[in-house]
C-alpha cells in the first residue's frame, strides 16, 4: 500500500449498478466505493449493511476502492 492512500473503515448503504457502493463512513462522510480486483477475483458478496476498509486517495476524498470486507 503506498502512502498516497488513507485506510478508513465505514458501512455500505446503497448497492449501486457496475459494482458501486455508497460507502458512509465512520467519520460521517458518504461516498462511492468500486471494488478492488482481489474483492472481485474471489467473488466475495458485499450487501447493504455490511462494514468494509476504504482506501482513499488523498487528491480525491469523494471516491474510494472497497478493499476488505470486515466480519
Known amino acids: 500500500?503506498?502512502?498516497?492512500?488513507?485506510?478508513?473503515?465505514g458501512t455500505v448503504t446503497k448497492v449501486l449498478p457496475n459494482t458501486?457502493?455508497?460507502?458512509?463512513?465512520?467519520?460521517?462522510?458518504?461516498?462511492?466505493g468500486n471494488l478492488s480486483n482481489d474483492i472481485?477475483?474471489?467473488y466475495t458478496r458485499i450487501l447493504?449493511?455490511?462494514r468494509v476498509k476504504v482506501e482513499l486517495a488523498s487528491y480525491n476524498s469523494a471516491q474510494g476502492c472497497i478493499t476488505q470486507l470486515i466480519s
Open 1 to 9: 500500500m503506498s502512502s498516497d492512500f488513507i485506510e478508513v473503515e
Open 20 to 32: 458501486v457502493f455508497r460507502v458512509q463512513l465512520d467519520n460521517g462522510n458518504e461516498i462511492l
Open 40 to 42: 472481485r477475483e474471489n
Open 48 to 50: 447493504v449493511g455490511d
